[in-house]
Nanobody, 129 residues
Framework: QVQLVESGGGLVQAGGSLRLSCAAS????????IGWFRQAPGKERGFVAA????????YYEDSVKGRFTISRDNAKNTVYLQINSLKPEDTAVYYCAADRPGAYWRASYYYAQDRYDYWGQGTRVTVSS
């Protein structure tokens, strides 16, 4: 089992940047696929980005490509989400999630929140115009 703790959210002006962190417990962090999801006010939670356990492949929701970058440092048990050129529509609670390793994942699985087994408590990002 893994526990996830997000941090790095806050209030930022449009055009600014933030780096969110997802810190995980456990000794086999590199086995876990990690996804970032977000829930804007009044909307359902949706996929943002994901990364394989080794970090060799990444996946992004179309609207964030070119502005968001997901990365990981397995030595620090941490996954990052760098967010640049923030827009008011990026305002949301951002969650990281991890799967229970073992099963093969096709690419489409990374986008599906019901594939993830563990979730953090979220970190709030508010972008002012």
């Amino acid at each position: 089992q893994v526990q996830l703790v997000e941090s790095g959210g806050g209030l930022v002006q449009a055009g600014g940047s933030l780096r969110l962190s997802c810190a995980a417990s456990g000794r086999t962090f590199s086995n876990y696929r990690i996804g970032w999801f977000r829930q804007a006010p009044g909307k359902e939670r949706g996929f943002v980005a994901a990364i394989t356990g080794s970090g060799d492949s990444t996946y992004y929701e179309d609207s964030v490509k070119g502005r968001f970058t997901i990365s990981r440092d397995n030595a620090k048990n941490t996954v990052y989400l760098q967010i640049n050129s923030l827009k008011p529509e990026d305002t949301a609670v951002y969650y990281c999630a991890a799967d229970r390793p073992g099963a093969y994942w096709r690419a489409s699985y990374y986008y599906a929140q019901d594939r993830y087994d563990y979730w953090g408590q979220g970190t709030r990002v508010t972008v002012s115009s």
